[in-house]
């Protein structure tokens, strides 16, 4: 069960939370010389990623990548990329070691095993990994009824990235499967609004795991999850 933790607002919730994501990464770079961060993008972790970028760390010592990517440019405004490139990696943190998800094939399915192959690189368990969700319950680019959920949600995979064509959005995508995202110390899950609220409970109260996919993380034991949520 996830521990849900309650802030007045954004700018007490994105202080405490780059605060406790600082400590965890100079934690492990003082336990195992480097640390692992994965994140997501969109709006939400913007004012957060900043704070973090001010957290002085040896952030030469930190490997971060993403929690899925839209299957475009980055320097597209869609790209998730380009929003952690602009928000995140900047001063001291552009020293840290960063895994693309996108690549130069034509198509996600096309670029999957490029992709697998940079992921090859990055440090399991991960330290964090900081994960969004949508108000159809989807967590990294795992949609409700995709043609390769079951495949991105099978704990026996071996795979760290499947390409993912969602039925309820845009564009392609590459997503890191459960497996990789539940193999991490930490796992937060960033909320802002009533509706993310009332999502996240409804989900909390059912089982069906394709219905919407971020039941995988809360229903499982394996890693703790702490829900951040702000009105």
Avoid at 61 to 67: G, K, P, S
Avoid at 208 to 214: A, G, Y
Wanted: charged share 20%; aromatic share 4%.
């Amino acid at each position: 069960m996830a521990n849900f933790v309650e802030f007045s607002g954004a700018a007490a919730l994105n202080q405490n939370l780059a605060g406790k994501m600082a400590d965890a990464l100079r934690r492990a770079i003082a336990d195992r010389g480097q640390a692992t961060l994965i994140v997501s993008g969109g709006r939400t972790p913007l004012e957060l990623f900043r704070q973090l970028s001010r957290q002085e760390l040896d952030w030469s010592r930190v490997t971060i990548t993403l929690a899925d990517e839209r299957w475009v440019t980055n320097d597209n405004g869609s790209s998730n990329e380009k929003m952690v490139r602009n928000s995140l990696l900047q001063g001291e943190v552009a020293k840290a070691t960063f895994i693309a998800l996108k690549n130069g094939a034509g198509t996600a399915a096309e670029g999957e095993s490029t992709a697998e192959s940079a992921l090859a690189a990055l440090q399991l368990p991960a330290d964090i990994t900081l994960l969004g969700m949508g108000d159809d319950g989807h967590i990294a680019s795992l949609f409700p009824g995709s043609v390769n959920l079951a495949r991105a949600l099978d704990l026996k995979t071996t795979r760290r990235c499947v390409a993912i064509t969602p039925l309820t959005a845009p564009l392609e995508r590459m997503t890191l499967t459960l497996p990789v995202l539940l193999n991490s110390r930490r796992i937060y899950l960033l909320l802002a609004g009533e509706s993310k609220r009332e999502v996240y409970e409804r989900a909390e109260k059912g089982t069906d795991q394709n219905n919407m996919p971020v039941r995988a993380v809360l229903h499982q034991q394996q890693t703790p999850v702490e829900v951040y949520w702000t009105a």
